[in-house]
C-alpha cells in the first residue's frame, strides 16, 4: 500500500509541473523580453545539465566523466550525427575504466 | 476508385519516422539505465509490476532512482513525493520551451505531450534537428521521438525488474557519461553558432556549479537556468 502511495503521489507531482505551461502558456501574448528568455532557455538548461553533474558520474572519478565530457565536445564540433557523439563518450569511459581505474 | 492515401496522411506518417528516428538515441541511452533501474527497485522490495508502473506513470529518471532509494532507506510517503516534486521543478521550466513550440497544437495534444518532457526529451526537441527544427514542430513527430524515448525507460524497467538483464555498475556510469554526451552534442552545434547562446550555456554551468555550493542540486539547476536564461533578455538584440 505504501508503495502504490509513493508512486502515485510521484507520479502527480511529476506531471503537474510539466503540465502547467501547456494550460496558460498561449493565454497570453508575451513582450519581447519574456521570448529572449523562453528562447535562451534550451542553452541556459543544457549548461546547467552538463556541468558539473557530468563530473559527478562516478563520485570519486571526476577525470572519468570529464574524458567522456571533452570528447562528446571535440565530436560534436565535427557535426557528426548525434548517436556517434554519445557512442564515442561511451567508448572512451570504456576504455578508461579497462586500463586505469 | 484510386486508393491512393492523401498527402496528409503521408506527410503525417513519415512524420512519425522521423520522429522515432530522432528518438533512438535516446532509447538506446535510457535502456540500460533503466534496467539499472529495475534491478534496484526489485532490490528495494518493490515488485516488478511497481517497478514497472512507476516507470510507466512517473517516467523521470533521477527521481525515480532517488524515490527508490529513500524507500530502501525508510523514508515516509510524503518525504518522497516532496522530494521527487523539488527534483523535478525543472521540468516546470523546460515545458515552458517545450509548450512554446507547441503553440498551434490542441489542447489535447499539448496535455498529453507535455507528460513525456523529460531532460533528454526536451533538449532534443529544442535544439535538436538543426536547420529543420522549425518544420518538424508536428504532433506526431513529436509524440514518435517522445514514445520511442518512453519505450526505451519502460522497457528496461522491465527487462530490470524480472533480472533478466544485469547491467554492471561500469556500464551504467558509461552510459550515463552518454546521455551527457546527447547533452553536449546537442548543445555545441547551436553554440558555435551564436556567440550569445555560447556565453548564456558557459554562464549557467558557472552559475550551477557556484549555486551548487551552499544548496541542493536540484534548486541549483532549476535557479541557474532561470537567471542565465535571463541574460538572453540583454544578449539577443533582434525581435523573436
Redesign the interface.
Known amino acids: 500500500m505504501?508503495?502504490?502511495?509513493?508512486?502515485?503521489?510521484?507520479?502527480l507531482?511529476?506531471?503537474i509541473?510539466?503540465?502547467?505551461?501547456?494550460?496558460f502558456?498561449?493565454r497570453f501574448q508575451f513582450p519581447?523580453?519574456f521570448?529572449?528568455?523562453?528562447?535562451?532557455?534550451?542553452?541556459?538548461?543544457?549548461?546547467?545539465?552538463?556541468?558539473?553533474?557530468?563530473l559527478l558520474?562516478?563520485k570519486d572519478q571526476p577525470l572519468?566523466?570529464l574524458a567522456?565530457?571533452l570528447?562528446?565536445?571535440f565530436?560534436?564540433?565535427l557535426?557528426?550525427h548525434?548517436?556517434l557523439?554519445?557512442?564515442?563518450?561511451?567508448s572512451i569511459?570504456?576504455l578508461l575504466?579497462y586500463f586505469f581505474f | 476508385m484510386e486508393s491512393k492515401p492523401s498527402d496528409l496522411e503521408i506527410k503525417s506518417s513519415s512524420q512519425l519516422v522521423q520522429g522515432i528516428q530522432a528518438g533512438?538515441?535516446i532509447f538506446?541511452?535510457y535502456f540500460p539505465i533503466a534496467i539499472a533501474f529495475g534491478t534496484l527497485a526489485v532490490q528495494a522490495q518493490?515488485n516488478w509490476t511497481?517497478a514497472v508502473?512507476?516507470s510507466l506513470?512517473?517516467?523521470?529518471g533521477a527521481?525515480?532512482f532517488v524515490?527508490v532509494s529513500m524507500?530502501l532507506a525508510g523514508a515516509g510517503?510524503a518525504q518522497?513525493?516532496?522530494t521527487?516534486?523539488f527534483l523535478?521543478?525543472?521540468?516546470?521550466?523546460?515545458?515552458?520551451?517545450?509548450?512554446?513550440q507547441?503553440?498551434h497544437f490542441s489542447?489535447g495534444w499539448?496535455?498529453f505531450?507535455?507528460?513525456f518532457?523529460t531532460?533528454e526529451t526536451?533538449?532534443?526537441l529544442?535544439?535538436?534537428g538543426g536547420d529543420h527544427r522549425s518544420e518538424r514542430r508536428t504532433p506526431t513527430y513529436m509524440a514518435g521521438l517522445m514514445i520511442t524515448a518512453y519505450l526505451g525507460w519502460v522497457t528496461g524497467t522491465a527487462v530490470g525488474g524480472l533480472g533478466a538483464g544485469f547491467i554492471p555498475a561500469?556500464?551504467t556510469?558509461?552510459?550515463?557519461?552518454?546521455?551527457?554526451?546527447?547533452?553536449?552534442?546537442?548543445?555545441?552545434?547551436?553554440?558555435?553558432k551564436s556567440l550569445n547562446?555560447?556565453i548564456?550555456?558557459?554562464?549557467?554551468?558557472i552559475?550551477?556549479?557556484a549555486l551548487?555550493l551552499f544548496m541542493d542540486?536540484g534548486w541549483?539547476?532549476v535557479l541557474?537556468?532561470?537567471?542565465?536564461?535571463?541574460?538572453?533578455?540583454i544578449?539577443?538584440k533582434e525581435?523573436?
Open positions: 505504501k508503495v502504490l502511495l509513493v508512486i502515485v503521489g510521484m507520479a507531482v511529476t506531471y509541473p510539466r503540465l502547467l505551461p501547456a494550460l502558456l498561449d519581447a523580453w521570448r529572449k528568455w523562453l528562447q535562451s532557455i534550451p542553452y541556459a538548461a543544457l549548461g546547467a545539465l552538463i556541468f558539473p553533474g557530468v558520474v562516478e572519468l566523466g567522456g565530457g570528447m562528446a565536445f565530436l560534436s564540433l557535426n557528426l548525434i548517436t557523439v554519445m557512442a564515442g563518450s561511451i569511459v570504456i575504466q | 533512438l538515441p538506446l541511452g518493490l511497481e508502473l512507476m506513470i512517473v517516467f523521470a527521481s525515480q524515490g524507500f510517503v518522497i513525493i516532496a521527487t516534486f523535478n521543478l525543472r521540468h516546470l521550466i523546460m515545458s515552458l520551451a517545450v509548450n512554446d507547441m503553440r489542447g499539448k496535455g505531450l507535455s507528460f518532457i531532460d526536451f533538449a532534443l529544442t535544439l535538436g561500469d556500464i556510469t558509461a552510459m550515463t557519461v552518454g546521455l551527457y554526451g546527447l547533452f553536449i552534442g546537442l548543445l555545441v552545434p547551436p553554440a558555435r547562446f555560447a548564456i550555456a558557459v554562464s549557467s554551468m552559475l550551477n556549479w551548487g542540486a541549483a539547476i541557474a537556468t532561470i537567471f542565465a536564461a535571463g541574460l538572453g533578455i544578449l539577443i525581435d523573436v
